[in-house]
């Protein structure tokens, strides 16, 4: 495990070859970082442990294909992280009021999206473009990708038509994109 193999590669061998070593070599640089993130969303350790193997079974089992021309490999995994926590939040609160999940979502701390990707390099430049948005942005953008929120709920909590709502989302998605760029990000 010397040389770096692209997560790419890893990905192709899981999924054509059925090569186990390169679903380990996967779990090893990743399971960190989608404990931490899970653990965010979810405020519990079995949770967390849980989608960590979710989000590789559907990897190993071909449940998720992923598709390179539309982003890089790892915020295709966290994506796949998220809705796996999403999942396992809905079907643990199933007989509990949607009041309820709600007032308890809104116990989470607000994070920036540095404190959950301060793995990567390009952290501090995600967290200062957020910064920027407006301020009706950034609580949209946390509540919508970082809490788990829908963009009704969205648009109930904030008394914002949903209308609104989703034009906020799309709006400071592309400032963001903008921002990035001119900050040396790149899609890969």
Request: charged share 30%; with cysteine.
């Amino acid at each position: 495990m010397s040389q770096q193999v692209p997560d790419i590669d890893l990905y192709q061998k899981v999924v054509h070859e059925q090569d186990a070593q390169a679903l380990r070599q996967l779990y090893q640089k990743y399971e960190k970082l989608i404990y931490s993130f899970s653990y965010k969303m979810t405020q519990d350790q079995e949770v967390a442990e849980e989608a960590i193997q979710e989000v590789f079974l559907k990897l190993w089992k071909k449940h998720a294909p992923y598709d390179e021309s539309k982003g890089k490999f790892s915020s295709w995994l966290l994506t796949m992280t998220r809705n796996t926590c999403l999942d396992a939040l809905r079907k643990r609160n199933r007989h509990e009021t949607v009041e309820y999940i709600e007032k308890d979502t809104l116990r989470v701390t607000e994070e920036t999206p540095a404190d959950i990707l301060e793995w990567k390099e390009k952290g501090s430049a995600i967290q200062e473009c957020i910064s920027a948005l407006k301020d009706e942005q950034q609580k949209i953008v946390q509540l919508f990708y970082f809490h788990g929120y829908t963009q009704q709920a969205i648009s109930k909590e904030t008394d914002t038509p949903l209308g609104t709502i989703k034009g906020r989302i799309r709006l400071a998605l592309k400032h963001l994109k903008t921002c990035l760029k001119g900050k040396g990000g790149h899609e890969e």
